[in-house]
């Protein structure tokens, strides 16, 4: 990691550095190599040809046909072509789509958009763990029900949905199953294959690809309207002139991810948990959020009674350590997470919350700084808050 | 983001604390929306000899109390009634638009501790303005989804 | 440019090559300075400020503000954005719109993806030149018009439209009026002020940045309901995290195209008339396509009769020129281009097109070689032609 | 996107020209749908002993004109009749799927110039297949909208 020596970065849920080999692999395709894939001259030739084989290798990861990759422009376009075009496809077949409370806004807004249209949604709630309950989501099924999306991992609290049974109950109903798994992919295993998925967005800047480049798995035979129409790129179904040094970016940094995805996993679990356990011993009124296990390897969400998010966040900073907060304060919005107050916390909590995400670069003795950093914040922050009862008062937890 | 001001008032906040047997005591916001802010004054003469302040919030609400308690001090109460959210943020070297509602809490809380010290005095309140959206807890939702117009000074990030 | 020594690059309407500048230019983006721009920490902060200037390079280019320039992933996302974007916020005024028969893809699928949702499309004919007559235009508006697109300069023929008297007849109107420039920024002067447009889609990767990167001009204070829903980036109404990269890259390449433009259009011209004179004076039976004047500086399309395009592409790449046909036979369709159809041309003619776009890297020579060698292509294909009529036969045109 | 012998045959097209008073000719395609073959066949004792052609269209449509007449070249009628477009296109190793409507051309066009010589020869006309959409101007619009189904042997350009 080549930032500021002081910096530690912790945000890797937000974005992640390109790789260095990443960002070798793509230089060739913006002077060299830079053939329009569509033209049919030598140099537009090899642009087909390397196109088409990062489609096959990000099939191979996951577990999918190459003809049923589609590149996008990110996790964002993936989620709103998935919503959306699924929906307006199958409009005559029903007008119901299923969805939890806890998906990101580019699955919320797009399903909000459509009740505007005049489809109706259900926004399944989560339990204090943040897991959408199987059973609840089979009862929520109508007969008008097309679309079922439910992430496969939650990007604020990293929690784990069951999305194995929840792809059983949307095909044994032969409903459209949509996943959103720009949080999971290369970081955790998954398969469309096992999981009886039919739809998956995913996004390189997740896992050390570039930014404004995305994949949307769409199952054979699975009927869904194109979101940008034009061109006759990605056999007809998603239009524009092809991102080639992102999508070879995009496949190289899933392979690269993929080689170490269980040793990775294993390394960042560690470091994770080791953060939680000392954040919640060493600050009083702290509580994890999320599911203890059933967690991506490299989140840690921790809420802080009367403190602020943002007030965290710029200490924090000030000592060259980047992360994130459910605080509204961030977002220029005046309600925090609609993800923290789903799990049942209340508004004041889900402002003190603080989000730490791992990434490859991140090491044993960075957690060491972290954790001797914090408490000090915190402290600080409580001294100057109205609403902290003091330490007389403290309940350890 | 923040004015170098704006992240010196919050890294060294000034007359941070409480004030033991204050002569006036304002609280404005609500936890709920993520922000709320206490100022204590101690009144000699119809003048405000000290000032201090406790807030749960966002950087930019920190350094607004920070500067508002200075900007008081010193100040006769219709000096003080004066001193607008305008004032509080230009003091600061200006507030990123999504947070001028932080120098709105401040000139806010000035207008209640000064309040709170006149009702205590017997005499009748001033005329605050209407207080802004942080009042109630269920206001403090701010429409989410674009509206249909482009530019309208939408919020930023 | 370091493509193989003998490759002669003549479409730059399909793509161009990333200038080696701009790469440069975006390299610190990938993995050093990779911050989320929504992000609160330092080196988020620092990618928001690059973005911001980027958007403030782009609007001067325009004569736009930079709260006007919406970042997006190509020319097709913009396209689509403002073509649904206006139609279906505007929905309660009225449901028709006006666009052109001659316009890409990208604007012509989205109006007729319009016209299944139960809105009503005119598209305007042209004259044989390809230009929009605005008497026409004027004349198809009603009540319930609510969008005009036209686009600036026409991607296949060259034909730059008549913007600016367009632009002021649907400002007459109170209709918002959509230009497609995505072949004419960073090639003619185009001012979204002079010409009075609403929304104006351009894409990098056709002035020499990445592909992948474009921007929707939205002037203020016109209705237009998101594409893509999700995140708050861009203000609320283009969500996904940015495409910081692509960001830099798309402002670096415009700056450095406005600097030369004038003195690059007249170069192009007058390689561009060269071209066209000995052609047409070389090879009978050939004709040129779009108009004489009207043309954007860098396009060549001529129809050769009796021989189909594919089969010139092919022999050109065997001489290592890149080049591009409106015959349906590159497309996978088996209608040739809309273009030359809506101009006039004959099926078989349009057929036998083919179309040469300069760049800044082709030089006299290059010219000189191509004109060397394509009367020999055209003369060996008319050889195998059962339509062809024979040398005997020729009336030179 | 070619194979190397398609672009062999586009390259090097063997064959090409027409036969002065042929046995038989047939011509297939329609120059609207930007693709035109003709063949001419001299056939002495039942076997074809000449073939040539002349092709308007791509490169797979004069690659696989070239190859059917090189494949007809020696055999008699019944096995050249035989010829189907699966073994025009694989002796040209393959072609891409939008492009096998090439392949389908030639062996109509074979059909035709047998046909041709059977009538001249006062022989009822073997049965051809229905001619492909080529044959019909009109016809030769395919779908330009993806259809609703993902996968399902979309075009690929
Ligand atoms: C779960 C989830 N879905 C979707 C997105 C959107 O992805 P992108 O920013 O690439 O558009 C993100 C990240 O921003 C995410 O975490
Ligand atoms: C006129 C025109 N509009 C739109 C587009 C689409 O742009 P992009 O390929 O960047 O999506 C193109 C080029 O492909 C074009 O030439």
Known sequence: ?397 | MYSEKVMDHFANPRNVGEIENPDGVGEVGNPVCGDIMRMYLKIEDNRIVDAKFKTFGCGAAIASSSMATELVKGKTLEEAWEISNQAVAEALEGLPPIKMHCSVLAEEAIHKAINDYRVRQGLSPWGEKTPHYHEGGEECELPEEPQGTAGDGALQR
């Open chain 1, 1 to 397: 990691m080549v930032l500021e020596p002081r910096v530690i970065y912790l945000d890797h849920a937000a974005t992640t550095l390109t790789r260095s080999e990443v960002v070798e692999a793509m230089l060739p395709y913006f002077h060299d190599r830079f053939g329009n894939p569509s033209s049919i001259y030598r140099i537009a030739r090899e642009s087909r040809k390397v196109v088409e084989s990062a489609r096959e290798s990000v099939a191979r990861a996951l577990g999918a046909e190459p003809g049923e990759i589609y590149f996008t422009s990110g996790g964002t376009e993936s989620d709103n072509w998935a919503i959306k075009g699924v929906a307006i496809a199958n409009r005559k077949k029903g007008d119901h789509i299923i969805t939890s409370s806890i998906e990101h806004h580019a699955v919320l807004y797009p399903a909000r958009y459509l009740e505007k249209q005049g489809f109706s949604v259900t926004f399944l709630p989560v339990d204090s763990t943040g897991l959408v309950d199987p059973g609840t989501l089979e009862d929520a099924i109508t007969e008008k029900t097309t679309l079922i999306s439910i992430m496969t991992a939650n990007n604020e609290i990293g929690t784990i949905e069951p999305v194995r049974e929840i792809g059983k109950i949307a095909r044994d109903h032969g409903i459209t199953f949509h996943t959103d798994a720009v949080q999971a992919v290369g970081h955790i295993p998954v398969s469309v294959k096992d999981d009886t998925i039919d739809l998956l967005s995913l996004s390189a800047h997740k896992f050390n690809g570039p930014k404004g480049v995305g994949v949307l798995y769409i199952r054979k035979g699975t009927r869904i309207d194109p979101l940008l129409h034009g061109g006759a790129q990605e056999r007809n179904r998603r239009a524009g002139t092809e991102n080639l040094a992102g999508i070879i970016g995009l496949s190289t940094a899933l392979e690269i991810a993929m080689q170490s995805l269980f040793r990775e996993m294993e390394r960042q679990k560690k470091l994770r948990d080791r953060l939680i356990a000392g954040l919640l011993s060493s600050v009083p009124h702290s509580r994890l959020n999320g599911h203890p296990e059933k967690r991506l390897p490299g989140n840690v969400n921790i809420s802080f009674e009367y403190v602020e998010g943002e007030s965290i966040l710029l200490s924090l900073d000030a000592h060259g350590i980047c992360a994130s907060t459910g605080s509204a304060c961030t977002s220029g919005s005046l309600e925090p997470s609609h993800v923290l107050l789903a799990i049942g916390l209340p508004h004041e909590v889900a402002h003190g919350s603080l989000r730490l995400t791992l990434g490859e670069e991140n090491t044993d003795e960075e957690i060491d700084t972290v954790l001797g950093i914090v408490p000090g914040i915190i402290e600080r922050l409580r001294a100057m808050s109205p609403l902290y009862p003091g330490k007389e008062k403290e309940c350890h937890v």
